[in-house]
């Protein structure tokens, strides 16, 4: 076949192949070769039932704040992570109200969430399913899971990208925690105001003149937003706003807070990343086929286009590309998430690490996403990761810096190199060159 009818042959089927342009019921995560709800998980919950379903009756009757605690240890979760939310976004929504609000907790690798009296949801990572979803009911009986796996979860959970993921939302709530009707509720992204993020959570740790949504309750949307709105609402602890005996700590930190909507984005880009991708791969034999190439020619077409625009789309979270900007003198707190978060620092020979903070202008000191250490990114399919890492790499070197690497000084994108060039495994041949 001539190279340019070739060319036009690949340039015309990268539309048919790419995922997410078919016209199809079913969603592509529950297709070929992902099957994301027929397929069996294989994540840190299901170690945590191979290895306690037989002791899974004495765990359900612990009391429930032991209980929480077992399971936050044996996912490593740190108790220092946690947040509250208010508003009635959960699937157990008729448990939360401003009394009584939802308690999260997070680490890189797994979030826990418990409605007070209601069963934990848990969110963990599967290398070839994504972001996978539990319900830990302390009703169940002694047969069933300790850990049982929800498909329920993704009436909400799907909707990023059409890919199993996680939601941080801001909305408008009422008095209940009932997101006002038609109100501006919306997604949390990097680029979200501070002043816009955070309506139906509480947060503590706050001081003036930084503004934002939390705390605070409503009776229509200019109570929210406008020349109307009311004042921030700073809180130092929560006592006397919830009954703080019912949880772990009297905190809803704003660290924490921030480090959770970073890290939701970063998780949801690779999930989504990890899934387009080997969709991609697993149409890639019948593109070879079509275009009469050797069974050993590397993917072409469909396949590159889908890896350059996620490489670029994983490169542009973990830089932290268009965040926020924040108030002047930067954001204070109690240091607790701090201390925990630093407990798992990999430093290089200088001392420096990716989990550094900075918390004046910005959360992190050097702004590469601790996440690039994790399951999520060590398991994108070999060469996707290759790619974002070898460009990474070029750009972090490159000066002048290109526009996507321009919002990094010329002495941070050399520390950033250093790092990883010392702490991350498994780096490809060219990297450094």
């Not at 949801?268 to 990343?273: D, E, Q």
């Not at 791969?281 to 590159?304: F, N, T, Y």
């Not at 702004?367 to 996707?384: M, V």
Request: hydrophobic share 35%; with cysteine.
């Amino acid at each position: 076949m001539p190279s340019s009818l070739r060319l036009l042959l690949v340039v015309g089927l990268t539309g048919l192949l790419t995922p997410g342009t078919q016209a199809q019921q079913a969603e592509p995560f529950e297709e070929p070769p992902i099957n994301y709800s027929a397929t069996q998980t294989n994540d840190r919950a299901t170690a945590i039932n191979a290895a306690f379903q037989s002791r899974a009756d004495e765990i359900r009757s612990m009391p429930a704040k032991k209980r929480l605690k077992w399971l936050l240890d044996e996912l490593g979760v740190p108790v220092e992570s946690q947040l509250l939310v208010f508003s009635k976004t959960s699937m157990q929504r008729d448990l939360i109200n401003p009394e009584t609000p939802r308690v999260l907790y997070f680490s890189d690798e797994a979030y826990v969430g418990w409605s007070v009296t209601g069963s934990f949801e848990v969110a963990v990572f599967d290398a070839n399913l994504g972001t996978t979803f539990y319900l830990f009911d302390q009703h169940a009986t002694k047969n069933e899971p300790l850990l049982e796996r929800s498909g329920d979860c993704l009436l909400c959970h799907s909707r990023h990208e059409h890919t199993p993921t996680l939601r941080t939302r801001s909305t408008y709530p009422d008095g209940n925690g009932e997101p006002l009707s038609g109100s501006g509720g919306a997604n949390i992204a990097p680029s979200t105001p501070l002043a816009e993020r955070w309506g139906g959570w509480y947060v503590t740790g706050t001081k003036a003149p930084f503004e934002h949504r939390a705390n605070l309750t409503g009776k229509k949307a200019d109570d929210f937003e406008g020349p109307n709105a009311l004042p921030t609402r700073n809180l130092a602890t929560l006592d006397g706003v919830v009954d703080t005996h019912r949880y772990l700590l009297k905190t809803s930190d704003v660290i924490p807070m921030l480090m959770h909507d970073h890290q939701v984005h970063v998780h949801n880009v690779l999930s989504t990343a990890n899934q387009d991708a080997r969709i991609a791969l697993h149409r890639w034999p019948a593109m070879r086929e079509i275009l009469g190439l050797p069974k050993d020619a590397p993917p072409q077409g469909s396949c590159v286009v889908v890896f350059d625009s996620q490489a670029e789309k994983i490169l542009d979270a973990l830089l932290c590309r268009d965040e926020a900007a924040w108030p002047s003198g930067g954001i204070q707190s109690d240091g607790v998430f701090a201390s925990a978060y630093a407990k798992t620092r990999k430093p290089d020979a200088r001392g420096r690490s990716l989990r550094d903070l900075d918390l004046q202008t910005r959360l992190f000191r050097y702004r590469c996403s601790p996440l690039i250490y994790s399951q999520g990114f060590a398991t994108l399919p070999r060469e996707l990761r290759d790619i974002v890492l070898l460009r990474l790499s070029s750009g972090l070197r490159a000066f002048p810096p290109s526009p996507s690497f321009g919002h990094l000084a010329d002495a941070e994108r050399v520390a950033i190199h250093e790092i990883l060039t010392q702490t991350m495994p498994d780096l490809p041949a060219g990297w450094g060159k």
